[in-house]
């Protein structure tokens, strides 16, 4: 079995910074991609940023210059530096996982609880 767990998120004013934490443990071989998705109320699960093992990363046009995702490879985590944080960014954020288990022929796709990021103006 394997786990997401997020933590960071909170409440935040217009301008201010956040950082999420997304630890993966379990029975892990390999994990390939990790990324952080959002959704608001009434609206989809979007993509925010991904990052592959090589440490290539996307994202969405409207965070970037502002959002930042790392990981550290060595104790399965990847991290979101979320600055110039607008109302906009208020969301659940979800950490997401492809990830080869032990003893698995295949790679399985993982979702985090979701941790909540309120932006006041």
């Known amino acids: 079995q394997v786990q997401l767990v997020e933590s960071g998120g909170g409440l935040v004013q217009t301008g201010g910074s956040l950082r999420l934490s997304c630890a993966a443990s379990?029975?892990?071989?390999?994990?390939?991609?990790m990324g952080w998705y959002r959704q608001s109320p009434g609206k989809e699960r979007d993509l925010v940023a991904d990052?592959?093992?090589?440490?290539?990363?996307n994202y969405a046009d409207s965070v970037k210059g502002r959002f930042t995702i790392t990981r550290d490879n060595a104790k399965n985590t990847v991290y979101l530096q979320m600055n110039s944080l607008k109302p906009e960014d208020t969301a659940v954020y979800y950490c997401?996982?492809?990830?080869?288990?032990?003893?698995?022929?295949?790679?399985?796709?993982?979702w985090g609880q979701g941790t909540q990021v309120t932006v006041s103006s």
């Open positions: 997401n996982a492809d990830v080869k288990p032990h003893f698995q022929w295949s790679s399985y796709n993982y």
């Open positions: 379990g029975s892990i071989f390999s994990i390939n991609t």
């Open positions: 990052i592959t093992t090589s440490g290539g990363t």
